[in-house]
């Protein structure tokens, strides 16, 4: 490489880098705070020199117009920030259900340090154990390599320098923390019915045995009854959320069909 192509490879580089790196910071399973900062850093780097030679006649071949790049770079990164908050909203459907579900067992008391919160401090243990648990199924169903292609897919769906329009950019926002938000609900239905029947059987046995001290018999019963339930709707409850994974991604990328 001469020296003189230098500037030009420099330029073509941090303007893909700038979309790359930030969907790579965001997207769930690869950019998890759990994960060192250099190999996170690496491996965005790596993708975007794989993504030059594909988008490198669409960038700018010069520095002479400053004011055009220095917007063109803002654009990038406006456009890998939201398909990268898009993808991260993922997540927070396993962090609704799991405050639901430990606010039904009685176990919302419980916190812990969510590994996956990075400084975010600590979260309802049951909320941890579940993010835990959607990370590792993500990475073993290999839908990261889907967020890797939707990547590539996003310089279809919008070509550097082409800023989204700020209505979709909000539609698409309040679409996938709508489904986010649906998801999570429906991840923990089954807790919510077992909280309404557990709370009914309560009032009615507190009625029919008035000498009975239900509420030093309701904690130990509510967690146990719930542990059990966790264990069967457990496969079904992250069979909802990876179906809804992948739902989404299709929606972000439609271009991987």
Known sequence: MSFSVLPEFALAFMLV???VGTMMMLVPGLGERTTPMRIRLTLAILVALVMMPLVRPDLPKSLANLPAIA????????IGFTFGLASRFLMSSLQLAGVI???QMGLAFTMSINPAGGDQ???VALATFLSLLGISLILAAELHHVALMGIADSYRTLAPGQAPASGDAAQLAV???QSAFATGVQISAPFLVFGLVFNVGLGILSRMMPQLQ???LA????ILLGTVVLIIVLSLMMDSFMTHVVRVFRELF???G
């Open 17 to 19: 880098f700038a979309r």
């Open 71 to 78: 917007n063109l770079l803002l654009v990038e990164l406006m």
């Open 101 to 103: 579900i430990a606010n």
């Open 121 to 123: 401090g600590q979260s």
């Open 175 to 177: 679409m996938v923390a």
């Open 214 to 216: 239900v509420f030093f």
């Open 219 to 222: 904690l130990p019963a509510s």
């Open 254 to 256: 439609p271009g991987l």
